[in-house]
């Protein structure tokens, strides 16, 4: 099932339930395909599955980086909205790998590409970045990579 298709029937169940909350970050998720649906740059018939991760994963952050600011500011209100919305966010993301889990792969990924130090570290990001799409946050893998490669 597609997310888009996900994602209606959960807004539908919200409006059911009367769940306000649930339901604006149900509706922002929407808007965001929406709009990556019928942007002038990008118009898919339907939207690929590694294009919904990085939106999901762009939602997410935005919704982070909100609550940081809110939490400086001392607006516990408003922190708290960002944080709820970013957990019915991060729910249609696939489980986060850890970092030993990550590390197993990338060791793979080294000894295949025989990679010997950071010179090589372009090569192992992008197949790296292939296979832990959505699954792992590109921060931390870029951490391990030149910690491994150093």
Do not use: C
């Not at 709009?35 to 919704?63: H, M, N, S, W, Y």
């Not at 001392?74 to 993301?93: H, K, P, T, V």
């Not at 590390?103 to 080294?110: A, E, M, P, S, Y």
Request: glycine share 6%; aromatic share 2%.
């Amino acid at each position: 099932m597609s997310l888009e298709i996900l994602i209606n029937e959960d807004i539908k169940a919200a409006m059911l339930a009367k769940d306000k909350r649930k339901l604006e970050a149900l509706r922002a998720i929407k808007a965001a395909l929406l709009l990556i649906k019928t942007g002038k740059d990008t118009q898919f018939a339907e939207i690929p599955e590694d294009i919904e991760l990085k939106t999901l994963q762009k939602l997410v952050k935005q919704r982070k980086e909100s609550a940081e600011m809110y939490r400086a500011q001392n607006r516990a209100d408003l922190l708290e909205e960002e944080e709820y919305q970013a957990s019915i966010i991060e729910a249609y993301l696939p489980k986060q790998m850890g970092e030993a889990e990550i590390k197993t792969v990338l060791d793979q990924i080294i000894s295949q590409t025989g990679a010997q130090g950071m010179k090589d570290m372009g090569k192992v990001m992008g197949m790296a970045s292939k296979q832990l799409a959505g699954k792992a946050d590109n921060g931390l893998v870029s951490q391990l990579v030149k910690t491994m490669l150093s």
